[in-house]
């Protein structure tokens, strides 16, 4: 029974790690919003967000713009009933401010569960392996 539970609360998780992905290329604030928690921050990366809020405006006036965004899921750790871990490596392709950008980097996401909702609380992100092309801090 436990391993079931943990395997459901899982896929509750990575669905959600998902579907910021794909709200994200969809330039969907609205379902990109619903995912992230009242404390979501990135740390980390050369373009850090402080908030939710943050990250869902800059998506709507065009100051962020992915066009590719793949995960790679490596390992998930259910910290408590209501935190959970998914480490792994993120490639994102697109804009910010302007500036074309290509990285592929470490990724660790904390999410909690909010109101029965698991959500993305934070975004820690290692540098890149290698400074792709055309990529300015």
């Known amino acids: ?9 899982k896929k509750e998780v ?6 910021i992905t794909s709200a994200a290329l969809r330039k ?11 404390h979501f921050s990135t740390e980390g990366g050369d373009y850090n967000f402080s908030s939710g809020a943050a990250l869902v405006g800059a998506v709507k006036n065009g100051d ?8 790679h899921v490596v390992d998930f750790k259910l910290l ?4 959970a871990v ?8 697109g804009r910010v401010r302007g500036n ?6 470490p990724l660790t996401a904390l999410y909690t569960r ?18 792709p092309a055309n990529f300015t801090a």
């Open 64 to 71: 962020v713009d992915f066009h590719h965004i793949r995960n």
């Open 1 to 9: 029974m436990a391993d079931q539970i943990l395997a459901d609360i």
């Open 28 to 38: 969907d604030l609205e379902e990109l919003g619903k995912h992230l928690s009242r």
């Open 100 to 105: 074309e950008f290509n990285a592929d980097f």
């Open 86 to 93: 998914v480490v792994g490596r993120r490639e994102l392709k």
């Open 114 to 131: 909010e109101s029965g909702q698991w959500k993305a609380a934070l975004w820690a992100v290692g540098r890149p392996e290698q400074e």
């Open 14 to 19: 990575l669905g959600v790690h998902e579907a």
């Open 80 to 83: 408590t009933p209501e935190s």
